[in-house]
């Protein structure tokens, strides 16, 4: 149902039209109190946190002078997100689908976030928790690694932990 609408719209929807969708769904009246409470601001550490590699991994790929991208199906709110979880100074370019009129693995997702770096695909390397997405990229030609922290088995290269990325940089 909100991929749908996410999908269908022709930019960055409006949030309240979003929120409109999935309660219509739920068959929830979409009140203007309910509505602006959906779109009441909460501090990124409320409702998200980090993995314990995260951080001591982005400081040591910026120490080694890695320059880093986000490629995210995300709203345009995210470096604000990232900024109230402290990782935001770790990333110099984001690609963000919301922004871009576009998801992953529209090619467009991809190269947005290696030319603003100045960078051609295989100078980089992309990770994402999804395989379809890592493979996508390579189809392209960027290296790539999946983030899997499950352990699953499979055909895409992986990497357990972000600490796994530091002998590949």
């Given at each position: 149902?909100?991929?749908?609408?996410?999908?269908?719209?022709?930019?960055t929807p409006d949030h309240d039209d979003y929120h409109r969708v999935l309660l219509?769904?739920?068959?929830?009246?979409?009140?203007?109190?309910?509505?602006?409470?959906?779109?009441?601001?909460?501090?990124?550490?409320?409702?998200?946190?980090?993995?314990?590699?995260?951080?001591?991994?982005?400081?040591?790929?910026?120490?080694?002078?890695?320059?880093?991208?986000?490629?995210?199906?995300?709203?345009?709110?995210?470096?604000?997100?990232?900024?109230?979880?402290?990782?935001?100074?770790?990333?110099?370019?984001?690609?963000?689908?919301?922004?871009?009129?576009?998801?992953?693995?529209?090619?467009?997702?991809?190269?947005?976030?290696?030319?603003?770096?100045?960078?051609?695909?295989?100078?980089?390397?992309?990770?994402?928790?999804?395989?379809?997405?890592?493979?996508?990229?390579?189809?392209?030609?960027?290296?790539?690694?999946?983030?899997?922290?499950?352990?699953?088995?499979g055909d895409v290269p992986s990497i357990a932990s972000l600490t796994d990325l530091l002998p590949l940089?």
């Amino acid at each position: 149902m909100g991929e749908g609408f996410l999908a269908e719209a022709a930019g960055t929807p409006d949030h309240d039209d979003y929120h409109r969708v999935l309660l219509r769904e739920l068959g929830v009246p979409p009140s203007t109190v309910l509505l602006a409470e959906l779109r009441r601001e909460v501090p990124a550490m409320k409702v998200l946190e980090l993995y314990s590699d995260v951080l001591p991994t982005l400081a040591e790929l910026k120490r080694r002078g890695v320059r880093l991208a986000v490629v995210s199906d995300a709203w345009p709110n995210l470096p604000d997100l990232h900024e109230g979880l402290g990782i935001r100074g770790y990333f110099e370019v984001y690609a963000i689908s919301a922004v871009l009129g576009c998801e992953k693995p529209d090619p467009r997702m991809y190269h947005h976030a290696s030319e603003a770096l100045g960078l051609e695909p295989a100078q980089c390397l992309f990770v994402d928790d999804t395989p379809e997405l890592v493979t996508a990229a390579t189809e392209l030609g960027y290296a790539g690694r999946f983030l899997n922290r499950a352990g699953t088995s499979g055909d895409v290269p992986s990497i357990a932990s972000l600490t796994d990325l530091l002998p590949l940089v």
